[in-house]
């Protein structure tokens, strides 16, 4: 078992620091001046430029050094805890990402709940009127709001529950994840995942259903409810709960319309803006937390399968 | 009830109202002003008042007090400089302090706060980009910026009295540091650490409000007022908040569902229609163009450009960029900014013309589109107005002329190593005070931002040059200044520099029962310790 | 021999006859044919010239003279639809081919090899699809693409290639490029995942008959068995990079002017939709429509090829 581990985690530690190296190289290799191009943004001319001033700057960071040394320091202070400091803000990398990875965690998780108790339920339901007018009417509604771009339909409501049905105001900000300004956000996160969620349990309960045991449990006479209960549900929700948990990661990456919608500072939005400010630090951990977040859930579910079916673990 | 009760007791109630600020007589008994902006970047959110631009400058007038300001009728003001006066060579300038400016620690502020506070400024520790245009021609200046030397030595502080010696004569220097930019800090402070403006540190502040709350997490912050305030009026607003907002939509939304008074940033062009007590136009001077490249082929050859300035309608170009039914604007027919006193109206630069413009085109070294090499062209920015003024002008390349080898980014960084080639980009020749002869040299002369940056890259014409630097040395409220400003605008347009896109009217958006928010060409809103909220 | 043969034919009879009672995939093999058709033959099929800009019509709602209306700068909104619905179609084509063909071959190398170069390239696999794919994109917008736009302009001053200039390629082959190539993941795996378990069945087949030829079992077997969940990845891969070229317009990168998209013409609309709402509907409702298509079309595809699941 720990040996299942241990060969697991080097892998992923050697799968990071190679996405790590490469990030680091197109942004060496790529970008252009980093400081310049943050001078120029805000000063809009290059008149104003000033040499001097960009020199002093990138010796502070380090950037004219070699790549190979660039990035070995960088890995070694990481390692020590030491993230950098972001360019623009000047202020120190973890500090900064801490309060926000914790938003769009407590987001994620709150989203999938809901959709766990929303998309669940409704999946089943569809699948067991598999093609009849109710299966037809919940697939087709929750792919049609899922179809339009979540930019298109997170404006719209916002602007229709602030303006049109003034129920709400326009949420700004981040109050805790208990105060009502969050269950637009959270409504609109979750009819733009949802789909997932339905559709796999939907497809799991089909695919058990017509399974050659469970016919031979309701030909031995067994009541539907009971064949339901005892049969089917168990085997087809295990690898929609699975699911729900990669859902949830992808989330802390991915809400990033979501929070630029509707202003959440949280981790997505954090790492949009370090690509367009160009600012490496922020950059770099953005990736190295993204990439760490996934990591970590493949190993979980990794284990977890390892518990559920055993005949994995040579994988 | 003795006497000595009724006495003491009426002493109190007079050194109460004595402190009591005197509210106007129709001030609401909430003074709480709201205020949000829309963010160019999470990470500007600071107060740093060193760094001289940026979207901070927005609002550390509510901080910090200039040394003068121009007015929104663009009249000079002072503010913590009472009195100013030069030589007559216009090398030695001497201000005096208002007598009774202090900090917000009680302490007073005095010449060595100017000083150090500009020495601070000059320090390129402090990012401040634009301080060159303002003191560089200050004696020592440069030791300074080169950080030899954290001392200028051309600026002496006096007790109470600045004297700021000058390398070369400049009549009009009081009026280039006549702005929210050049806010005198506590020099001992800011010398310490650049970090000196977070609230932990305890910073002084010479305005009517302090920082008092900051969260650059959220990107929320608070004002309160100033309890050594040292002008006689004000400060009114018990609070301000403030917070940063995504987008000008959001702005609006924000505006009709009463959560904010005031923007700092333009909310979107919708609030307009529904709201049009927010707008009030705010006296700006500049207004964006399209500048061409003279360094890069094909936009080297003055009749390419002559070609490519005439394809365009000079009314649809606005029209396309700023539709009227979206915004209020302006439609300058030349550079001159139509807010600066010698302004001509009779001036035109040119019509539309497409037969002459392909005439040009076929006189060009380039004898017609098929020959001309690739023009790349970028807006500079992702605003759609000015996205909406380059499409419209490449069509009509391709409409008028047949040119069809065109590459559109949205930004000259993403050219790459061709960056230097771009044939068209875009810029505002913008001026915090309105003088036209300064305003005409940032545009035309050879050492200004247009002509030697990134626009036209190493324009150079002699005689625009001669006339200009004759202008600087006259007096501002001489005639030959505008005169001669004047004759430098004819020629610089002669030699089709640009496409002029059109000015629409920025607004101070606040709403009506917010009073005395001012805006004068400086953007930040000055004399912000008049404000306060009307009943309403 | 010959009765394999009968047999997979009537399989695919049958197929075919579920896919056609199955009425929403039908409404979506529709839907998805009208795309095509629109996204070859539109310049045929638009009434106006996608470039062609009328300024004094601008802003203009749906009228007899523009059935969509117009957009800011006086274009006539359904021809610009017209144009991005090819746009649209190049953009799937191009991130679904490249992934289609990196997956597959990856798959393959990795699943008829085993051992150690089985694990080497699943261990590339998984670290690709860790990466955001959205971020990737922009990032490599705002670091790569400006040296290899450099790069096409060199090729193009020594070859004289013109098919150097066209901008349009290149930022297609550039940013979404980009998104081919962390995309192939899902298909490397349904190949891999496919030929192991025909192995397995091969194994206990070979023990039986010894000798037959591992290669051409593995050809019967495979290539019908990974027809159907490749086909279903295809197509809900096509409304994804559809949904992908609109979301990254919208974040500012993509697709330049005067090309048009329909989500740079989304991302256009969002300064203006409140007092000009079909600059928003119009292609945020085609989108959405092509996605339902796709994925209903997916979806049938699958219910035909997987009996299974529908026998009730």
Redesign the interface.
Same mark, same amino acid.
């Given at each position: 078992m720990l040996n299942f581990i241990f060969i697991r985690i080097i892998r992923w530690s050697t799968g990071l620091l190679l996405v790590l190296l490469v990030s680091y190289a197109m942004m060496f290799y790529g970008g252009g001046d980093p400081i310049k191009q943050m001078f120029l943004d805000e000063l809009g001319n290059t008149q104003y430029l000033d040499q001097t001033m960009i020199d002093s700057e990138r010796d502070k960071f380090g950037l004219n050094d070699p790549f190979i040394i660039q990035f070995k320091r960088y890995i070694f202070n990481v390692l020590q805890g030491d993230w950098g400091t972001s360019f623009r803000s000047q202020r120190p990398v973890l500090e900064m990402i801490k309060p926000r990875l914790w938003i769009s965690m407590q987001l994620g998780f709150a989203a999938t709940i809901v959709m766990a108790i929303l998309g669940i339920p409704l999946g089943i339901i569809a699948s067991l009127n598999h093609n009849k007018w109710l299966d037809l009417s919940i697939i087709g509604t929750i792919i049609t709001l899922n179809a339009i771009p979540v930019f298109v339909t997170g404006p719209i409501l916002l602007l229709f529950f602030v303006l049109v049905v003034p129920i709400m105001n326009v949420p700004y900000g981040w109050d805790g994840i208990l105060n009502t300004q969050v269950i637009l956000p959270i409504a609109v996160i979750v009819i733009s995942t949802i789909p997932i969620i339905l559709r796999q349990t939907r497809a799991s309960m089909l695919e058990i259903m017509n399974e050659d045991y469970v016919r031979t449990a309701r030909a031995k006479g067994l009541s539907e409810k009971k064949v339901i209960l005892k049969h089917i549900l168990k085997p087809a929700l295990t690898p929609v709960i699975t699911s729900l948990g990669l859902v949830m990661i992808t989330l802390v990456n991915g809400a990033l319309f979501v929070e630029l919608i509707f202003n959440i500072p949280g981790f997505g939005k954090m790492s949009i803006d370090a690509i367009w400010d160009v600012d490496h630090p922020l950059i770099m951990s953005t990736v190295l937390v993204g990439t760490l977040i996934v990591m970590f859930s493949n190993l979980v579910v990794d284990i977890i399968y390892f518990f559920l079916d055993p005949r994995i673990a040579d994988g | 009830m003795n006497k000595f009760n009724i006495v003491f007791l009426s002493l109190i109630f007079l050194s109460f109202n004595l402190f009591a600020k005197s509210l106007p007589s129709d001030a609401a008994s909430s003074q709480v002003l709201r205020i949000a902006t829309s963010s160019a970047g999470e990470n500007s959110f600071i107060f740093t008042g060193l760094s001289g631009g940026g979207d901070h400058q927005n609002w550390q007038s509510f901080l910090w007090v200039p040394p003068m300001y121009f007015d929104e009728n663009k009249k000079l003001q002072a503010g913590v400089f009472s009195e100013w006066k030069s030589n007559s060579e216009f090398t030695k300038w001497t201000f005096t302090i208002d007598s009774r400016a202090k900090f917000s620690d009680g302490s007073k502020l005095t010449a060595q706060d100017a000083k150090d506070t500009w020495e601070a400024m000059a320090n390129p520790d402090s990012r401040n980009g634009r301080i060159v245009g303002y003191i560089g021609n200050v004696k020592g200046f440069e030791a300074a910026r080169n950080k030899k030397t954290e001392k200028i030595s051309g600026i002496v502080a006096n007790g109470s009295k600045v004297v700021v010696n000058l390398n070369n004569p400049d009549p009009i220097f009081h009026w280039r540091i006549s702005t929210a930019h050049m806010n005198i800090v506590k020099g001992s402070q800011a010398k310490k650490s650049f970090d000196y403006w977070k609230p932990r540190n305890k910073p002084a502040y010479s305005g009517p409000y302090m920082l008092t709350k900051y969260n650059p997490d959220q990107n929320t912050a608070t004002f309160t007022p100033n309890p050594n305030w040292w002008m006689d009026e004000g400060p009114y607003l018990d609070k301000i908040t403030f917070q940063f907002v995504n987008d000008g939509d959001t702005l609006s939304a924000m505006f009709q569902n009463n959560q904010i008074d005031l923007s700092m940033q333009q909310p979107s062009p919708i609030l307009k229609k529904i709201m049009p007590d927010v707008f009030e136009p705010a006296p700006r001077i500049g207004f964006n163009s399209f500048w061409f490249n003279v360094s890069a082929k094909p936009t080297d050859d003055p009749l390419v450009r002559k070609a490519l300035v005439l394809a365009v309608n000079p009314f649809e170009i606005y029209k396309a960029a700023f539709p009227k039914s979206q915004f209020e604007s302006l439609m300058p027919r030349q550079f001159m900014d139509p807010n600066l006193q010698c302004y001509d109206d009779s001036i035109v630069y040119y019509n539309y013309d497409p037969d002459a413009a392909r005439a040009a085109l076929k006189a060009s070294s380039y004898g017609g589109a098929s020959n001309l090499p690739k023009l790349r062209v970028t807006p500079r920015a992702t605003w759609p107005p000015l996205k909406r003024g380059m499409e419209y002008a490449m069509e009509q390349w391709r409409k008028v002329l047949g040119i069809v080898n065109v590459e559109f980014k949205d930004r000259p960084k993403n050219f790459g190593a061709d960056e230097k080639k771009v044939n068209v980009s875009r810029d505002d020749v913008a001026a915090r005070f309105p003088d036209p002869a300064v305003y005409v040299f940032k545009g035309t002369h050879s050492t200004g931002p247009i002509a030697s940056g990134s626009m036209m890259r190493a324009y150079n014409n002699s005689k625009i040059d001669i006339l200009l630097d004759e202008a600087m040395m006259v007096e501002p409220t001489h005639p030959k200044r505008c005169a001669l400003a004047h004759e430098a605008q004819r020629l610089f347009l002669n030699d089709w520099p640009m496409i002029i896109l059109g000015k629409p009217l920025e607004s101070i958006n606040r709403r009506s029962y917010v009073k005395n928010v001012f805006s004068g060409p400086d953007i930040a809103r000055h004399a912000t310790w008049k404000i306060y909220i009307a009943k309403h | 021999m010959g009765d394999l043969k009968n047999k997979s034919k009537s399989l695919r009879d049958i197929a075919l006859k579920r896919l056609l009672n199955n009425y #929403?995939a039908l409404v979506g093999f529709v839907i998805v044919i009208i795309f095509f058709v629109f996204a070859i033959f539109g310049t045929i099929l638009a009434p106006y010239d996608f470039?062609?800009?009328n300024?004094d019509r601008?802003?203009e709602g749906p009228s007899k003279d523009y059935i969509l209306g117009t957009d800011?700068?006086?274009r006539d909104v359904f021809s610009r639809m017209v144009f991005g619905a090819r746009t649209a179609a190049i953009v799937a084509f191009t991130t679904t081919i490249i992934s289609l063909i990196l997956g597959v071959f990856i798959g393959t190398i990795a699943g008829f090899s085993g051992g150690k170069i089985d694990a080497f390239l699943m261990?590339i696999t998984?670290?690709t699809?860790?990466?955001?794919g959205? #971020?990737l994109a922009? #990032?490599?917008?705002?670091?790569?693409?400006?040296?290899?736009?450099?790069l096409f302009?060199a090729l193009y001053q020594s070859t004289e290639n013109t098919i150097f200039?066209n901008?349009y390629m290149i930022d297609f082959v550039i940013v979404f490029g980009a998104i081919a190539l962390i995309s192939w993941p899902s298909y490397a795996r349904i190949v891999r995942g496919q030929i192991l378990s025909v192995k397995q069945q091969i194994y206990v087949e070979a023990a039986v008959s010894m000798g037959a030829n591992l290669t051409h079992l593995m050809k019967r077997h495979l290539i019908p068995n990974s027809i159907g969940p490749v086909v279903v990845a295809v197509t809900q891969g096509i409304?994804g990079a559809i949904?992908l070229e609109?979301?990254l317009s919208?974040?500012?990168v993509g697709v330049?002017?005067?090309n048009a998209s329909w989500g740079s013409m989304?991302s256009?609309s969002?300064?203006?939709w409140?007092?000009f709402p079909h600059l928003?509907i119009v292609p945020?409702?085609t989108?959405?429509?092509i996605?339902?298509a796709f994925?209903f079309l997916g979806d049938g595809i699958n219910d035909a090829l997987n009996p299974?699941?529908?026998?009730?």
């Open positions: - | - | #929403l470039l062609s800009q300024i601008a802003l800011p700068m006086g261990w998984d670290i699809m860790s990466v955001p959205l #971020l922009i #990032l490599i917008n705002a670091t790569i693409k400006p040296p290899i736009s450099s302009d200039l901008t409304g949904l609109s979301s919208f974040l500012g330049q002017p005067p989304l256009d969002l300064t203006l409140r007092s928003m945020a409702i989108i959405g429509i996605q339902i994925i299974k699941q529908t026998r009730r």
